[in-house]
């Protein structure tokens, strides 16, 4: 999605409409990510607007759905490039803790966000509004540590409605497109249009295209009531080495913006990859660890006071043994904490074969005597409640055989 800035003004309703779609379908359509290529309001100074962007936004978040933003020139005083606004809402302090997000570059004015789907691992790399040469710089060096996924770069300013490049497209382009092998597709938005660029990239020099870019503007802010909800669907699919793109509406519940059968190709085209089958990986490592959560209980204590120790046995432990515990914790608001796996070996040496079954032979009759004392328990209890009833019934003839005595008088 982009430019939603006259749904934070003027029509909320639509911004919401759009969210929740992505939220209610994200099984459904196998959503794994969202991007936001600026302009989340249409005034920086109005807080009602950032509100808005705030509210709808986090819909992606409550549903965890993963998703970028940058910011538009509106997002940041149009003329004045001041991104106070923008960092309140959107900086990184949004993000960090969110397992996608990668990197903070200048309190999210930069940012890039690595996903992996069937097999397939991306980098989706942004940078907001303003781009010079020290940005740049640093979306050169996040390319370069992660050659081996395929990068989409989203900014706000890139796509003219000609459809070519504007000169901060340009720029961008040819120092980062063009020296970064893995790129694949730019977004972009800020121009109220739909046009598409595909430029072929020759990586070693031989004259031969390597590659195509798909360089994409999708704006629909010039449409009745802001856009409409438009936004576009990027579906893909590994075994046709395709993305099918398309352009829906939740609000209007519509495909295409524009008439198909009058500009063909400006809401729907296929973008043609070269391989996007599953890739095997293989990870190196000196330590690898398994943790294993089973359900055989050594112990159990009730009504622990908050702050206090609870203590149970561990009997039967055998010498020169390691042994592993955790512990569940569950109050009577339902709640529940599960602790790490604690580990422990046990002292001195390790028993026979002949100590082992003596010992076996120990456990079992400590069992057995266990388990008398519970049905002895049992016994009893069930003697005193007889007892109990035998009394009340007593009393309940007394009390009646003193009445009629009473009446009879």
Do not use: C
């Not at 590659?211 to 990027?234: H, I, S």
Request: charged share 30%.
């Amino acid at each position: 999605m982009s430019d939603t800035q006259y749904y934070s003004e003027s029509y909320p309703h639509i911004y919401q409409k759009m969210t929740d779609w992505v939220s209610a379908n994200k099984t459904k359509s196998n959503i794994k990510y969202v991007f936001h290529t600026g302009d989340l309001v249409n005034i920086a100074e109005d807080p009602k607007q950032w509100s808005y962007a705030d509210e709808y936004m986090k819909t992606l978040e409550n549903a965890k759905v993963p998703y970028g933003v940058l910011a538009g020139n509106h997002d940041v005083g149009h003329k004045t490039g001041d991104y106070t606004e923008y960092y309140k809402y959107f900086g990184e302090n949004r993000f960090k803790d969110q397992n996608h997000y990668g990197e903070s570059y200048k309190n999210n004015r930069g940012h890039y966000d690595l996903v992996s789907a069937n097999g397939n691992d991306y980098i989706m790399l942004y940078m907001g509004w303003g781009v010079n040469d020290e940005d740049i710089a640093w979306m050169n060096e996040v390319l370069a540590k992660h050659p081996d996924r395929m990068a989409i770069l989203a900014f706000h300013e890139y796509m003219l409605v000609s459809g070519n490049r504007s000169p901060v497209g340009n720029k961008v382009f040819e120092e980062v497109v063009v020296p970064n092998k893995n790129v694949i597709a730019t977004l972009s938005g800020h121009y109220h249009d739909s046009e598409t660029l595909i430029s072929d990239v020759d990586d070693n020099g031989d004259g031969t295209p390597d590659r195509k870019v798909y360089q994409m503007l999708a704006d629909y802010q010039g449409g009745p009531e802001g856009g409409q909800g438009f936004m576009r669907l990027l579906q893909v699919n590994p075994s046709e080495n395709r993305i099918y793109v398309k352009t829906y509406s939740p609000y209007l519940d519509k495909y295409n913006f524009y008439d198909p059968t009058v500009y063909p190709g400006k809401d729907e085209f296929v973008i043609e990859l070269g391989d996007l089958q599953p890739k095997e990986k293989q990870v190196a490592t000196d330590y690898f660890e398994a943790a294993v959560f089973t359900d055989k209980e050594i112990g159990t204590v009730k009504n622990i006071g908050s702050g206090k120790v609870a203590t149970v046995k561990w009997k039967h432990l055998d010498k020169a043994n390691s042994y592993a515990w955790y512990v569940k914790a569950t109050d009577s608001y339902k709640g529940k904490a599960v602790s790490d796996i604690w580990q422990f070996t046990m002292k001195g040496k390790a028993k026979g074969k002949e100590e082992e079954r003596e010992e076996e032979r120990e456990q079992e009759s400590e069992e057995k005597r266990d388990s008398e004392k519970e049905k002895d328990r049992e016994r009893e209890t069930e003697k005193k409640e007889k007892d109990r009833g035998k009394g009340t019934e007593a009393s309940d003839k007394e009390v009646e055989i003193d009445n009629k005595e009473k009446a009879a008088k």
